[in-house]
C-alpha cells in the first residue's frame, strides 16, 4: 500500500497542495505588503503543512482503498 511509486506521488501531491494553502493563508489573514511579510513565518507554515499533511496520508493508508493515501475510494 504506502509502498507503491503512486501512492507517494499522491501524497507528494497532497503535501505541496498544503503547503500553498498554508502559506496563502498569511498573505489574505495577515493583510501585509509584500517587503514586510516574514518569509521564515510563511515558509515554516508551509513546511508543517507540509509535513502534517504526509503524516496524515500515512495514517490513513491503512485503513483506505490501496495505494492511495486517501480514506476514501474514488470511483472511476
Request: charged residues 15%; proline residues 5%; without cysteine.
Amino acid at each position: 500500500m504506502m509502498w507503491t511509486l503512486d501512492f507517494w506521488k499522491q501524497a507528494g501531491e497532497r503535501a505541496v497542495k498544503t503547503a500553498a494553502q498554508a502559506a496563502l493563508a498569511f498573505f489574505v489573514v495577515g493583510q501585509t505588503v509584500l517587503p514586510e511579510l516574514d518569509w521564515a513565518a510563511i515558509g515554516g507554515a508551509a513546511a508543517v503543512g507540509a509535513i502534517a499533511s504526509v503524516l496524515t496520508s500515512l495514517v490513513s493508508a491503512p485503513f483506505g482503498p490501496e495505494e492511495s493515501p486517501s480514506l476514501v475510494k474514488v470511483s472511476e
